[in-house]
């Protein structure tokens, strides 16, 4: 049987000996019919192809004289004057008649047309087919007729085909939970081709999949950059939705992708602690309760000390919330000794993350903590940073601030008016966040504090600012933060505040809908 290569060095082989093809235009005359699948290639493009738009006077009489050499050369054995078999006379020019998996670039597209039907029939059944049909490749296609024109088409078709099926074999072996595998494949993808977005799609889901949320957000850090630098455009929606998948804990983008019927929260959640800081980022947020209706009070800002984080009906949302509760309560202990912690509770409108709150706010408060709560609103003529302004008044009036550090806050302690304008310079700012954090610690050295931000898709550029500053809080200050927001509402700032307090490596706790 004849068999050819075009996958890597071009070649052929009768019965697995080598065939001597003779020299490089005699070589592209078979090449050439081998691009062509099967098809007839006419005597005319074939010399316009061979000689590049120059031919000779005797191009005609050349190319009968290549093609009688390599029939004796893909046939030796058939008899003078028998009509060729494998290299035929087709009118208007010649063809190749080999079968489909006689020709690896011809079989390697067989391979992958069974790929995609297994997989549509079968979960698994793809992943061998695409490892066949990767492993025929031993190097560049048509490698040695690169520069001539009648390759290139059929050069770029089948590196596309190529990528596509590594990212198909990515997917496979995600769906069939070898993902140190597809971690390793996904890797190669975006060092071969860092341009395609598909690559980085695949590269960060593995890493997700694995647990390894810091490293999935730093590489599609890594693929904005490489796609703002080589071609100056940004992400297209599929990374940037993933990015937001990612850090609002959307475990069903994850169980989709992987094919499976649910992703284990817990274990997502665990890994969540290694997140780094990312430049997009995506969260839940959401008021569950009295917050949405329209005269709740987080909706009209009053200079009043806030209340306690209680809902108006505590039990009303609060049904089948105990294992949040208890995960909650867990990162509070772990605050009291490993220092600054964060939570995130993430959930669509009305799922009960006010709830949560205020049932761990009575918890916190019996076990001997400070609890202080702040709204964010969305409310009109609302002062900066008012969701700090309202926790940090309740604060001052358990623990008043130290006379050294009076001034400094006061913009946030003061009267409404006073508050409406945070520092403005930076310097300003900065020695306000940090005056903040350093008074928090020192009343944790007394008492665990715990910080309870609601509404956080409603934050301004402020709120988020000293809330991002939690992240250079003194080590070890029992200090607790707990932020909820809406999933489907993060963008802009809060994506940027969000990435960077994956440094705290956040516990998540999203809040699935209740049967």
């Known amino acids: 049987m004849v068999c050819v290569r075009v996958l890597g060095s071009f070649a052929a082989e009768r019965d697995g000996r080598p065939i001597p093809l003779g020299g490089r235009r005699q070589r592209a ?9 099967g098809q007839v290639v006419s005597v005319d493009r074939m ?3 061979l000689w590049q738009g120059a031919p000779p006077a005797q191009a005609v009489t050349s190319l009968q004289a290549y093609v009688s050499n390599l029939r004796r050369l893909l046939e030796p054995g058939r008899a003078p004057r028998t009509p ?11 063809a190749l008649r080999l079968p489909e998996d006689a020709v690896d670039a011809w079989r390697f597209e067989r391979l992958l047309r069974d790929a995609r039907e297994s997989a549509a029939q079968a979960a698994g059944g793809a992943r061998p087919l695409l490892a066949e049909a990767l492993a025929l490749w031993q190097g560049p296609a048509y490698a040695e007729f690169a520069d001539d024109t009648w390759a290139r088409s059929e050069i770029t078709r089948l590196d596309e085909l190529r990528l596509s099926a590594r990212e198909s074999a990515v997917d496979a072996a995600l769906r069939a ?40 957000l730093a590489a599609l850090r890594e693929a904005r950059a490489v796609l703002a630098d080589e071609v100056g455009l940004d992400p297209g929606p599929a990374l940037t939705g993933l990015e937001q998948a990612i850090l609002g804990g959307r475990t069903e983008v994850l169980a989709e992708a992987t094919g499976e019927a ?18 997009v980022a995506s969260v839940d947020t959401a008021p569950a309760d009295a917050r ?3 005269d709740s009070p987080s909706r009209h800002p009053s200079a009043s000390p806030p209340p306690s984080p209680q809902p108006a009906d505590p039990d009303a949302l609060f049904v089948g919330r105990d294992g949040e509760l208890q995960q909650l309560l867990q990162a509070a202990s772990r605050a009291t000794t490993a220092g600054p ?5 993430t959930g669509e409108a009305g799922l009960g993350k006010s709830a949560v709150l205020g049932h761990l706010g009575e918890r916190l408060r019996a076990d001997g903590w400070l609890v202080a709560l702040g709204r964010n609103t969305d409310a009109e003529g609302a002062p900066p940073a008012w969701a700090w302004v309202e926790a940090l008044r309740s604060v001052a009036a358990a623990v008043p601030p130290p006379a050294e550090a009076a001034d400094i806050l006061a913009p946030l302690l003061a009267d409404e008016a006073s508050a409406a304008a945070p520092h403005d310079h930076a310097a300003g700012r900065f ?19 715990a910080v309870m931000l609601d509404d956080l898709h409603w934050a301004d550029a402020e709120t988020l600012a000293l809330l991002a500053e939690l992240v250079d809080a003194p080590a070890g200050a029992r200090i607790l933060v707990v932020a909820a927001y809406r999933p489907d509402e993060v963008e802009g700032p809060l994506a940027d505040g969000l990435a960077v307090l994956a440094r705290r490596s956040p516990l998540r706790v999203p809040l699935p809908g209740l049967p």
Do not use: C, N
């Not at 903040?436 to 008492?447: G, N, T």
């Open 341 to 345: 912690g964060i939570a995130l509770v």
């Open 29 to 37: 005359v078979l090449a050439l019919l081998v691009s062509a699948r």
């Open 431 to 449: 020695r306000l966040h940090r005056a903040v954090w350093r008074w928090l610690a020192d009343i944790a050295r007394e008492r665990p504090v």
């Open 262 to 279: 649910a992703v284990d929260s817990a274990l997502v959640d665990s890994a969540a602690a290694d997140i780094a800081p990312s430049a």
């Open 292 to 294: 949405d209706q329209p």
């Open 177 to 216: 939970g070898d993902l140190a595998a597809a971690v390793t494949e996904a890797e190669l993808l975006t060092g071969d081709d860092p341009l395609r977005e598909e690559g980085w799609r695949l590269r960060a889901l593995s890493l997700w999949a694995a647990g390894r949320q810091a490293d999935a």
């Open 47 to 49: 010399i316009e192809e």
């Open 84 to 94: 060729a078999k494998l290299l035929v006379s087709a009118p208007p020019g010649y």
